[in-house]
């Protein structure tokens, strides 16, 4: 079975800080898939990163970057110098099962960047 | 470009009755999938179709149907709704690009059954 774990339930940083979101996952497969979206307030979800599980080269897009480290199960997500823009519930999502591919989400972390 | 567009973006039906949810994706997108989000069970993946096809299905009952026309839009069909169908139902289309993908989401239908 698979399983996605975001301990972090609510996470405040006040701007221009640093805050990592952390996920953790479990699969047998050797083929899958991991995501991050964000859903600000407005409720749309936006699509930020996916990543397959032969690629564990770290990503970094703007403030944004990602750190996938197979040995751990982990595929963390980092914001530098935070703004109040950033401010969101983040999910971590994998996606496998080889055969019948499913997509799980996490439960979420609510990120607040204050003023 | 348009976005990915979901209608109704509100719905209130009552218990028992079923509903159909639309979504168009990005003009050259084929490939469409579904989410369910609740408060008490968060995001959940429903379907995910690619030209007509089903291609993979979440854990959910036969009352959730979903299907996808030539033009890639796409519905879903609860049947028989019950309470705890209320949920936000979102829809995503997909890009691919050398093996890549990139999601794009619509702002969801917000379903209240009463």
């Known amino acids: 079975a698979q399983k996605v774990t975001q301990a972090q339930t609510e996470i405040s940083v006040v701007e221009k800080e640093d805050v990592t979101l952390d996920c953790v996952y479990e699969t047998r497969d050797t083929t899958y898939y991991l995501f991050w979206y964000k859903q600000p307030p407005s409720g749309e979800l936006v699509f930020l990163i996916r990543r397959n599980s032969f690629d564990e080269q770290n990503e970094i897009s703007g403030r944004y970057s990602w750190n996938f480290q197979k040995s751990t199960s982990s595929f963390n997500f980092t914001i530098t110098a935070s703004q109040v823009v950033d401010s969101a519930v983040y999910f971590c999502?994998?996606?496998?099962?080889?055969?019948?591919?499913?997509?799980?989400f996490g439960k979420g972390t609510k990120l607040s960047v204050i003023p | 470009k348009a976005g990915v567009t979901q209608t109704p973006r509100y719905l209130i039906k009552t218990r028992g009755q079923q509903v159909t949810l639309s979504c168009s994706p990005i003009?050259?997108?084929?490939?469409v999938s579904w989410y369910q989000q609740t408060p008490g069970q968060g995001l959940q993946f429903l379907f995910e179709?690619?030209?007509?096809?089903?291609?993979n299905k979440g854990n959910f009952p036969g009352r959730f149907s979903g299907r996808q026309f030539s033009n890639s839009r796409s519905e879903m069909n609860v049947s028989t709704l019950e309470l705890g169908d209320s949920a936000l139902y979102l829809c995503a289309s997909s890009l691919w690009v050398d093996r890549d993908e990139t999601q794009y989401f619509g702002p969801g239908t917000r379903l209240l059954v009463l």
């Open positions: 179709y690619f030209s007509e096809t089903q291609r």
């Open positions: 003009s050259g997108h084929r490939s």
């Open positions: 999502a994998l996606y496998s099962g080889a055969g019948s591919y499913q997509l799980t």
